[in-house]
């Protein structure tokens, strides 16, 4: 079994669609949690962090649940410049694991 | 200005020949990795760097070597590249802190 496991898409969406990633990790003893975001055949980048009381960043709202190890990403308002590879990240230890990513395709 | 640095961005070798490919920083972070990204896949941490201590994960093959002869640079040696390690390298530098690893911009490898 994958540390972290994510739905590959890819998720073709209209611009101004709300989508909605998720994402499931198996080490329980993970501390932190982001999501990162990768353009076509650039490096990864920090999207933003994942907190159990939710947080959100103008469009992008992540949740996290410990129980049920899952983590969401959720986009609102999608716009073409979203078009991109969604990453979900746990740790281990001090250590980053990344998912395989998530496809999200905006189209006008 | 670029924090993390890789040369070369783009490198071909034949199967079995020996690469090295180079990361340097700009910030003389602590903290100094090595991913294999293959297509569609995740990164995968092959080993890092907290100064000068060697970190090796434990399913990274023997034909790979790093080297960080000073804080500013790092070099990841493919002894004998197989068809097989075709991909992406990145390289990132950190303070320890697991919300502060900057990713290098990668040197994409071809094994012929």
């Known amino acids: 079994r994958k540390e972290v496991e994510q739905d590959p898409g890819p998720f073709n969406v209209p611009e101004g669609a709300t989508v909605a990633f998720n994402c499931t990790y198996s080490?329980?003893?993970?501390?932190?949690f982001f999501w990162y975001r990768q353009d076509c055949r650039k490096e990864p980048k920090l999207l933003m962090s994942?907190?159990?009381s939710g947080n959100e960043d103008g469009r992008f709202t992540a949740q996290l649940n410990r129980a049920s190890q899952y983590i969401s990403l959720l986009i609102r308002d999608s716009k073409l410049s979203d078009s991109a590879t969604y990453l979900c990240?746990?740790?281990?230890?001090?250590?980053?694991?990344f998912g395989a990513g998530t496809i999200l395709r905006v189209k006008s | 200005d670029a924090m993390v640095i890789q040369n070369p961005r783009y490198q071909v070798t034949q199967f079995g020949k020996p690469v090295t490919l180079s990361c340097s920083q700009t910030l003389n972070h602590n903290v100094m990795y090595w991913y294999q990204q293959k297509s569609s896949q995740a990164p995968k941490l092959l080993f890092h760097?907290?100064?000068?201590?060697?970190?090796n994960e434990a399913d990274t093959p023997d034909n790979f070597q790093s080297r960080r002869p000073n804080t500013s640079f790092c070099f990841l040696d493919i002894r004998s590249p197989g068809l097989g390690d075709a991909a992406m390298y990145l390289c990132?530098?950190?303070?320890?802190?697991?919300?502060?690893?900057?990713f290098g911009p990668g040197t994409r490898l071809t094994v012929l």
């Open positions: 990132a530098i950190g303070t320890g802190r697991v919300d502060e690893q900057f």
């Open positions: 994942v907190y159990s």
């Open positions: 760097y907290y100064d000068k201590d060697f970190n």
């Open positions: 990240v746990v740790t281990d230890g001090n250590k980053l694991v």
């Open positions: 080490n329980s003893a993970s501390q932190s």
